[in-house]
């Protein structure tokens, strides 16, 4: 609210009293205490150490010592909907956030935008005069808006955060990340080799934002969201990291999780009396169909360790450990950031909250991958090859998932994992301290809360009301309750009493105790919703969801399934989606640009995201570079999109017009000029696709290097039909910094391109593409 002027106003300032009030920036209150939200992505309820998981985590532990850890807290089951929720208080549905935002449908529940009436924790904090900023994971932004034409209004910048640093998407390569800075796209500070890694790199910011600060005003608080891409696939970590889980796992998931449950049991955190359920606990491709016979999802089958083979076991274990190393990586850096404020004297009046987004992921099904851009494509990973990159998880060269037998295990002692509203979708960790402002350490918590309840939380500890407007806009009213009276009494009742939950299809309801949920798989296309088998558990005695009291109190069901009708229909839950990736994606969707026939892009300018830039893929095409070359001698990248792991680039080496085409990371096709690089001005060179045959996964045809119109090399390749990237391999002209498509490039990165001059370069897609919305769909599966 602006402060009216109380000072006197004549002619002559003589005469005149000011009065500074109305223009002074805001203040937050003496003593105010910063604060740190953690929101780590993929980690299951049990990972941890202090949940009673296999993987020591240090540093989160010495935040739960000094606070209290939640056993009953919930997120939508998924990442953007649970981030909307984590930053305004409001049901994912309410902030339309029904699914992530790749997947947006043109309703009011899913439009992947946030209304400005849920205004966010950043917006709030940053009017009462705490300096807001955000490194990491965002994904709360439509694809459209993903570009550098777009308007910033659903970037960070645009909801409140002074500086941030990180990615905009659902994932990115952890070794060759796609990095905004503030406003546009920057190339990483050093390389893989150098020792990168991107939650060193958000680390470093982190600190350095805060830093930058503090020089200045000491005393002004800080709101630092820090949401590191662990552990999110691909699963990337250093080599020493990983090594420190060697033979860890080698048991196996089945017995790691009666090993977490034991442990769970002994530290206080589940029940004495808990069960596990079964490792398929709602059903099989073999043994489970929906209406009209339609088949239960092969992706969410989980193989029992003891049918594995031994190559199998061993591969399967090496996984565990990569993402093991991945998250006591993480922990690490937590730390530094704990040391920072140690040293300053700023971690007992600092609010630390900490959470994962949802429950471990299943998305590398049965199996696993070391490349999921094969899943992406439609190509099954090969166990011999994989086993040969066993040295290599982890590493630069694979972008890997763990099968989903290890999601299991780490949200011990629930079924299910991530996108289902059974508790291993749903529970997960959350710990809060505060060690000036509370007196409760190392305590156990079984109050039941959702992520909507953490904005209403900090707001009460830190002593800030909601503002009843933000730019203008009125406020909704919060969905979330605080959690504060929990802290110093173990026995208080919680303030929440009924949440609804739906998630592609899954659906569930919470009220007093008592949990109603669906048996109906997500993304399975199955419709019929109104002949969806619903099960009971008094979660209050049974929170992993073992006795299915369905036909013992069909009442009781009947009273919560009501509940959830009411609640859906309250919280703009409806339309329902539970349609296959294929029909998700075939969702027409703005964009800011049409699709045309011929693109031109020039050098020195930011990269173009794969989802902004030309498409190539499943058709015929020409790509010309328009160059001067005084005199012999000029090399480097003309035209690349993509990476390792799929992509595509027109480079000059040695003298010669080279093209290589990496086929989903598995097959390097190169083709390489017959003859030197003409000089002289306003030469052409290009790369002409004349394709001549389908396959379901692949384009075949005949590849051919021109000189002007003279033809100097041709030969026959075969093009992916999905993404190059999960992430979104940016498109350059005149460089390719990050991770190469080749190891062939001339040079070091960023492999520019000298001796001459790129005038521009032109890519003519005017033939028919040939469409794969199944490829696109097994992409957006793998962005959750």
């Given at each position: 609210m602006v402060k009216p002027f109380r000072g006197v106003v004549n002619v002559d300032i003589r005469d005149s009293v000011p009065d500074w009030t109305p223009f002074e920036p805001p203040r937050a209150p003496d003593g105010a205490p910063n604060v740190l939200y953690i929101v780590l992505d993929d980690v299951g309820f049990s990972a941890m150490g202090c949940y009673g998981g296999p993987i020591e985590t240090p540093n989160i532990d010495r935040i739960a010592a000094k606070g209290v850890r939640y056993t009953q807290w919930h997120t939508t089951a998924l990442c953007s909907p649970t981030r909307s929720c984590l930053l305004t208080g409001r049901n994912h549905t309410r902030n339309s956030m029904a699914c992530i935002t790749e997947a947006s449908i043109g309703f009011p529940n899913a439009s992947g935008t946030i209304p400005p009436e849920n205004g966010m924790l950043s917006e709030i904090l940053g009017e009462r005069g705490w300096n807001t900023y955000m490194v990491g994971k965002w994904h709360l932004c439509p694809t459209d808006e993903m570009n550098l034409a777009a308007t910033r209004r659903n970037w960070p910048s645009g909801r409140g955060f002074e500086r941030w640093y990180g990615f905009l998407g659902a994932e990115t390569n952890q070794w060759y990340p796609d990095l905004v800075y503030d406003n546009h796209p920057v190339d990483q500070p050093s390389s893989p080799e150098d020792g990168y890694h991107l939650t060193d790199d958000i680390t470093d910011k982190a600190l350095e934002f805060i830093k930058d600060a503090k020089v200045i005003a000491p005393e002004k608080p800080f709101f630092l969201y820090y949401a590191p891409g662990a552990c999110h696939a691909p699963h990337h970590a250093p080599e020493e990291w990983i090594a420190k889980f060697e033979g860890k796992f080698d048991m196996g998931y089945d017995a790691v999780r009666e090993q977490t449950l034991a442990r769970q049991k002994e530290m206080g955190i589940v029940a004495a009396d808990t069960e596990l359920p079964p490792i398929n606990p709602i059903g099989t491709p073999d043994t489970r169909s929906g209406p009209e016979g339609q088949p239960?999802?092969?992706?969410?089958?989980?193989?029992?360790?003891?049918?594995?083979?031994?190559?199998?076991?061993?591969?399967?274990?090496?996984?565990?450990?990569?993402?093991?190393?991945?998250?006591?990586?993480?922990?690490?850096?937590?730390?530094?950031?704990?040391?920072?404020?140690?040293?300053?004297?700023?971690?007992?009046?600092?609010?630390?909250?900490?959470?994962?987004?949802?429950?471990?992921?299943?998305?590398?099904?049965?199996?696993?991958?070391?490349?999921?851009?094969?899943?992406?494509?439609?190509?099954?990973?090969?166990?011999?090859?994989?086993?040969?990159?066993?040295?290599?998880?982890?590493?630069?060269?694979?972008?890997?998932?763990?099968?989903?037998?290890?999601?299991?295990?780490?949200?011990?002692?629930?079924?299910?994992?991530?996108?289902?509203?059974?508790?291993?979708?749903?529970?997960?960790?959350?710990?809060?301290?505060?060690?000036?402002?509370?007196?409760?350490?190392?305590?156990?918590?079984?109050?039941?809360?959702?992520?909507?309840?953490?904005?209403?939380?900090?707001?009460?500890?830190?002593?800030?009301?909601?503002?009843?407007?933000?730019?203008?806009?009125?406020?909704?009213?919060?969905?979330?309750?605080?959690?504060?009276?929990?802290?110093?009494?173990?026995?208080?009742?919680?303030?929440?009493?009924?949440?609804?939950?739906?998630?592609?299809?899954?659906?569930?309801?919470?009220?007093?105790?008592?949990?109603?949920?669906?048996?109906?798989?997500?993304?399975?296309?199955?419709?019929?919703?109104?002949?969806?088998?619903?099960?009971?558990?008094?979660?209050?005695?049974?929170?992993?969801?073992?006795n299915n009291l369905a036909s013992e109190h069909p009442d009781k069901l009947r009273e919560l399934v009501n509940i959830w009708f009411a609640e859906a229909g309250a919280n703009l839950a409806f339309p329902l989606d539970d349609r296959s990736g294929v029909e998700i994606m075939g969702t027409p969707r703005p964009q800011l640009a049409a699709a045309r026939d011929r693109y031109v892009y020039y050098p020195d300018v930011a990269a173009v995201s794969e989802w902004q830039a030309v498409n190539t893929r499943g058709r015929s095409f020409v790509i010309g570079a328009l160059v001067d070359i005084p005199e012999p001698g000029a090399e480097g990248v003309l035209f690349a999109i993509g990476s390792r792991f799929g992509g595509h680039a027109l480079y000059v080496k040695d003298n010669r017009l080279h093209y290589v085409n990496n086929f989903v990371g598995s097959d390097e096709q190169m083709i390489v000029g017959s003859e030197d690089v003409p000089t002289g001005t306003d030469l052409i060179l290009s790369a002409s696709f004349d394709k001549d045959e389908q396959e379901p996964a692949a384009t075949l045809g005949t590849l051919s290097l021109f000189h002007g119109d003279r033809k100097v090399g041709e030969g026959r390749i075969r093009t992916q039909m999905g993404a190059f990237a999960i992430a979104g391999a940016g498109l350059y002209v005149g460089r390719h910094p990050g991770e190469p498509i080749t190891d062939d490039y001339p040079g070091e990165s960023p492999h520019r391109f000298t001796g001459g001059t790129i005038n521009r370069v032109a890519i003519d897609v005017s033939g028919e593409p040939y469409l794969d919305l199944e490829r696109e769909a097994a992409l957006m599966l793998m962005r959750e």
């Open positions: 239960f999802p092969e992706l969410d089958y989980t193989r029992p360790w003891d049918t594995l083979n031994d190559d199998e076991k061993r591969l399967f274990a090496r996984m565990a450990e990569v993402y093991a190393g991945f998250l006591a990586h993480t922990d690490h850096h937590i730390g530094r950031v704990l040391d920072y404020l140690e040293q300053n004297d700023e971690l007992e009046n600092t609010v630390i909250v900490v959470v994962s987004d949802n429950g471990a992921s299943g998305e590398g099904g049965p199996n696993g991958s070391v490349n999921e851009m094969k899943f992406a494509n439609g190509i099954p990973d090969d166990l011999a090859e994989n086993l040969s990159k066993l040295d290599d998880l982890g590493g630069p060269k694979t972008y890997n998932h763990y099968p989903n037998g290890w999601a299991m295990a780490f949200n011990t002692p629930f079924k299910m994992w991530k996108r289902y509203e059974f508790n291993g979708g749903t529970a997960d960790p959350c710990i809060i301290s505060w060690p000036a402002g509370t007196k409760a350490r190392d305590e156990i918590r079984d109050q039941y809360h959702h992520a909507i309840d953490i904005v209403p939380t900090l707001l009460d500890l830190i002593g800030v009301e909601p503002p009843e407007t933000i730019k203008g806009h009125t406020q909704a009213q919060f969905d979330g309750v605080s959690m504060r009276g929990t802290f110093e009494d173990k026995s208080a009742p919680s303030a929440r009493r009924t949440q609804f939950y739906s998630m592609l299809g899954s659906r569930s309801i919470w009220h007093e105790g008592w949990k109603a949920v669906t048996t109906h798989p997500t993304i399975a296309g199955w419709g019929h919703f109104n002949e969806d088998e619903w099960e009971l558990y008094h979660t209050d005695v049974d929170r992993a969801e073992v």
